[in-house]
């Protein structure tokens, strides 16, 4: 897409003498108040704040991240919505009791009196908030962080757009009411324009216009919907990064006159070290597949070992949210700033050299109950070879699993397990086979405006992160976190491993012996072989056992 076809969100340049002039005027309102010591939590002393998306993943990482980090701060108010029979105090009382908030917990053990759970649905007209929460939320608010939406790849479009786009237009029409509002913060992806090889921190101007296909869906009905998706998409992998597009560009156009950012992480991992290492609470994105390959159960996927895996610590990204809306509310940038929150650019890390951490870590610390081994996966773009390796490493396993299963009067699962990692697997295959180039100038702005203990306690910088601890704690996060297996169990799991490992070498020898018996049996020069083969082992081992009696 040429230049003159998006639009630019904000400066990116890091040299002054390049800046227009309302940038440098943003720059020296930012020093002058860094010069009167307002550090970010200082800044959000007393704010108010807002946030959707409470109870999601980076929801529950931004709020511990808030509260721990400016104790000063006034109230979190969490859009929250009742669900699988639960109401949002249920639902707000299991959320505060997970682990991400223990750190919390242990220093401001009152931390919940500071959130107040708003009850309300992305879905529902006005959000589903009652009149009386509106008006309490009209005269409170300072802060907003958009964080819900639904990150589904494979979501119909119909609900992608009402949940991705309506959402994101009921929210800003909400926040065009609060008198107190500082900063808008919405999240989105960095894979919002992933049709581009460099994506730059820029809002990118659609193909079609979002409101058209909002007045059309409210009619068509879910078969045709069905048919012209994929015409609408066109270049665009899925419906998750077509709404977000889509989502940015809303803003925009209908956000004038707010102060809004958009920060746009790529694919969204474990925590890097805050509030601890390895923490993830959700089978999303890598999550799943590194669960799924340490279990044994991923043998193969589409993909290519070059190609730089983009996935960014969650602390990183909230770290970034917490900062940017610190910027726009103290420098009121001119025009919408968009923040790239990657590491493909600044710390690449390839699919392959993950795969080699993921095996490492897994034989150290291996998960409970493991279907295989974990061993080294194959990463094809080669159709062919991907089904051949998926008949003969996953559903014939699988099948045979089954059938086991089925004999022991249990109920067959693996079956079922591989057709959704499959379905899992299909829809990440344009992430795991593609690399792009990322600008990050808005994000090296924002390092040189912190002090020096802001940088250290709200880091933004990917660049110091080793890839290898990384992914171990990732792999161990997973086992503690997700599977909520005990460590203590880890002398057991190592045992499973070695008799899974015996059991491979028994099986592989008897298949080898099976083959070459068969060649034996027609070749005469085979039989020879074979004779002194089975002499040469005799003797080897005939000697050892001589020189252990002497």
């Known amino acids: 897409m040429e230049q003159s076809e998006r639009l630019q969100a904000g400066p990116a340049e890091t040299d002054s003498t390049s800046k227009p002039p309302s940038h440098r005027t943003d720059q020296t309102k930012v020093k002058t108040v860094v010069g009167a010591e307002m550090t970010i939590p200082r800044f959000y002393a007393g704010k108010n704040v807002f946030v959707t998306g409470a109870t999601g993943f980076m929801g529950k990482v931004l709020i511990e991240k808030l509260l721990r980090c400016c104790p000063d701060l006034g109230t979190v108010y969490c859009l929250m919505r009742p669900k699988k029979q639960q109401d949002i105090i249920q639902r707000f009382n299991k959320m505060t009791g997970n682990k991400i908030f223990d750190k919390l917990r242990s220093e401001q053990p009152d931390f919940e009196k500071k959130m107040v759970p708003v009850c309300g649905d992305m879905m529902e007209p006005e959000l589903g908030i009652s009149e009386g929460d509106a008006s309490m939320l009209q005269n409170s608010i300072h802060i907003v962080f958009h964080c819900a939406a639904t990150i589904r790849f494979d979501e119909p479009l119909r ?318 996060g997973t086992k503690k976190y997700l599977l909520n297996e005990d460590l203590a169990g880890l002398p057991a799991a190592r045992a499973h491993l070695r008799l899974l490992r015996n059991i491979r070498y028994i099986f592989n020898t008897l298949i080898a012996v099976a083959l070459w018996r068969t060649l034996i049996s027609r070749s005469e020069i085979a039989r020879n072989l074979w004779s002194l083969i089975v002499k040469l082992v005799f003797k080897f081992v005939s000697f050892f056992r001589i020189t252990s009696t002497m």
């Open 159 to 476: 609900i992608a757009m009402e949940m991705n786009v309506r959402g994101v237009q009921k929210v800003v029409k909400l926040c065009h009411t609060f008198k107190h509002l500082e900063a808008l913060i919405h999240v989105s992806t960095a894979f919002a324009n992933c049709d581009q090889s460099y994506i730059d921190e820029t809002i990118y101007q659609p193909t079609v216009d979002h409101q058209k296909i909002l007045d059309v869906l409210e009619w068509m009905d879910d078969e045709t919907v069905e048919v012209v998706t994929e015409k609408l998409l066109k270049n665009k992998p899925n419906t998750y990064t077509f709404s977000k597009h889509l989502a940015e560009w809303l803003l925009l156009k209908q956000g004038t006159g707010l102060p809004i950012a958009i920060v746009r992480p790529s694919i969204v991992g474990a925590t890097w070290k805050d509030p601890f290492p390895g923490w993830v609470d959700n089978f999303n994105g890598p999550s799943g597949l590194t669960i799924a390959f340490g279990k044994g159960i991923l043998r193969t996927m589409k993909g290519e070992t070059s190609a730089v895996a983009d996935i960014i610590p969650v602390d990183i990204p909230i770290n970034v949210m917490i900062v940017v809306a610190w910027y726009t509310a103290v420098a009121r940038p001119r025009q919408l700033m968009v923040y790239n929150s990657t590491t493909g650019t600044l710390n690449p890390f390839t699919w392959g050299e993950i795969e080699i951490a993921v095996v490492d870590s897994f034989l150290k610390t291996p998960l409970d109950a493991c279907f295989r081994r974990p061993t080294k996966m194959v990463l094809t773009n080669n159709s062919y070879v991907h089904d051949c390796l998926v008949f003969v490493s996953h559903l014939t396993p699988a099948y045979l699993m089954d059938v086991a299963l089925r004999l022991m009067g249990k109920r067959p699962m693996m079956m079922r397990i591989y057709n959704k990692l499959h379905k899992a697997l299909d829809t990440l295959s344009f992430f795991t086979s593609n690399s792009w180039t990322w600008s990050n100038n808005n994000l090296d702005m924002l390092r040189h405006h912190l002090s020096p203990e802001d940088l250290k306690t709200f880091f933004i910088d990917p660049r110091p992160l080793h890839w290898p601890t990384y992914v171990e704690n990732y792999c161990l």
